[in-house]
């Protein structure tokens, strides 16, 4: 019987994983453990931290006892990255003219009353509203940022605040080629093809982890991530603590399929010809061998909520199955493949009914671009100026006929020219600080409007599922700003369950940095810069 890939692996992953092998055990790998091993290496020469638990140190070490060229001083330079890192600070008493979470979400979360059936409605492509032209923006020469704009008096869009601070700069990385919209289509339909393990097996297989969330192993939407898009442990973050309480007995491998982005997800990303181009620790964003750059992350982040009951199943090829229950007794499952992307999803209901949100277990036909309708020119809801009953009918709209057919999740998520099937809500009034993803607090108000929309909607409908964007300007480097658009997703998202108890698992994000330009400029247009919010259920379950 052929072992199994973990089985494989099991050598190098004592290393990986912190393990205590020696160096005569490393010198009797084989040459397949080898492999494993060199690929790791990539992941520790691009710096930053290191993914959940991977020991750089160790790699290196095993890699010279095998006669291998481990790389000028791999491992002094990661010395101190791969320990793990406390958990979130607590947080502490606002300060007296702070404005609060709790604050915020009893000010702008109305009761729950009865809801009437929203009639669907047919939106108008409309073209997109007016934006102030801004003056040239000063694009820095060392941070590979978005640059920060001068201030517009009346009615001011979204602006990069100035970030008094030194920002690292990004290894360069080449630009990524364009391709056509077919092209786009075909190398996803490519990634698609391998199956995953968790979709197969029944819920006793496989090795299962428990654990109830706590409230400091939360991100909140006005915190910040600790590391920046280079992977640097940020100032304020590195007097922590090093966390000293007994782990439980956790399996280190569990650890690493539970936060998603740890050896087993890189094992299988690199093993297939992709390459590392940018590492922060919580994504990881990589080329594959057609060129194409994609950012991976565990999508199972927005459901951690503090009280969850979350039961993790782990299989030998990196899929995991997750089931989290919540305090009202909500029941949501989903299925990651290897590379964290979400495959499907369910809730059970308290009352006992089940809803299968999205499911791409199920094999899905290819998608031919030039078949497709032609979507509107870039059919846009404005949010800063739409009124309440405008948004609630584009969160109804149906915007294009004659799809006869459905579309997995990774084909909407994906391929531009599905996803604009449908409205995009543009989402221009949160202002973020440069190179920061924190929505302050006082800010959650400019959601209000949209948060309680999705909220209604998802009452009204228990399968609906929204797609939360972030887009960035063209200035600046292509995986950075594909990094940080996603880091922003995360955080609307965040915002929209934190205040108006929008579900997380209706939310899916995806960050998609200078791909998708709503003005095709190489320069810091700041419409450019901008959260997005689409309602894909139509193109799930078919129009």
Known sequence: MKPSRLMISAGVMSLVLGGQATAQEAGALDAEQLQQLRLFQQVCAVGGTPPTDMDCDAIARA??????????????????????????????????????????????????????????????????????????????????????????????????????????????????????????????????????????????????????????????????????????????????????????????????????????????????????????????????????????????????????????????????????????????????????RVLRRSRLLPGGDEVVLFDDTQTSAPVQVDLLPAAPDRSRVDYRNAEAEELARALQARNVTGVNRTFSLAQIRNIDAVRHLVPEITVDTITFETNSAAIRAEQAEQLATLGNALRNAILRNPGEVFLIEGHTDAAGGYAYNLALSDRRAESVALALTEYFDVPPENMVLQGYGESDLLIPTQEAERANRRAAVRRITPLLNGW
């Open 63 to 340: 890699l010279e006892a095998a006669g291998e060229d481990a790389g000028t001083d791999l491992g002094a330079k990661t010395k101190d990255k791969n320990k793990k890192k406390d958990k979130k600070k607590k947080d502490g008493e606002p300060k007296a003219d702070e404005i609060t979470a709790d604050d915020l979400r009893d000010k702008l979360t109305p009761p729950v009353e009865a809801l009437d059936p929203e009639p669907t409605a047919e939106i108008p492509a409309r073209p997109p509203a007016e934006t102030p032209k801004p003056d040239v923006a000063e694009t820095p020469v060392s941070p590979p940022a978005e640059a920060p704009q001068p201030d517009v008096a009346a009615n001011p869009p979204v602006t990069e605040a100035p970030d008094p601070q030194p920002t690292a700069v990004l290894p360069a990385a080449p630009e990524p080629e364009a391709l056509d919209p077919q092209a786009q289509a075909d190398a996803l339909q490519r990634l698609l093809q391998a199956p995953a393990a968790a979709a197969a097996a029944g819920r006793g297989d496989g090795e299962k982890v428990e654990e109830t969330v706590d409230r400091d192993d939360v991100r909140r939407s006005s915190e910040d991530f600790d590391t920046t898009l280079t992977g640097e442990v940020k100032k304020k973050d590195k007097k922590k603590k090093k966390a000293d309480k007994d782990d439980g007995g956790i399996d280190p491998l569990a650890g690493v399929a539970l936060l998603g982005l740890g050896a087993l997800v890189l094992d299988h990303v690199l093993s297939d010809g992709g390459k590392v181009v940018s590492n922060s620790g919580d994504r990881v964003v990589v080329e594959d061998p057609q060129g194409q750059v994609r950012v991976l992350r565990n999508d199972d982040v927005l459901l951690r909520r503090p009280g969850a009951e979350v039961s993790t199943i782990r299989f030998d090829d990196g899929s995991t199955r997750n089931i989290v229950t919540y305090e009202d007794g909500t029941v949501v499952e989903t299925i990651r493949a290897a590379d964290g």
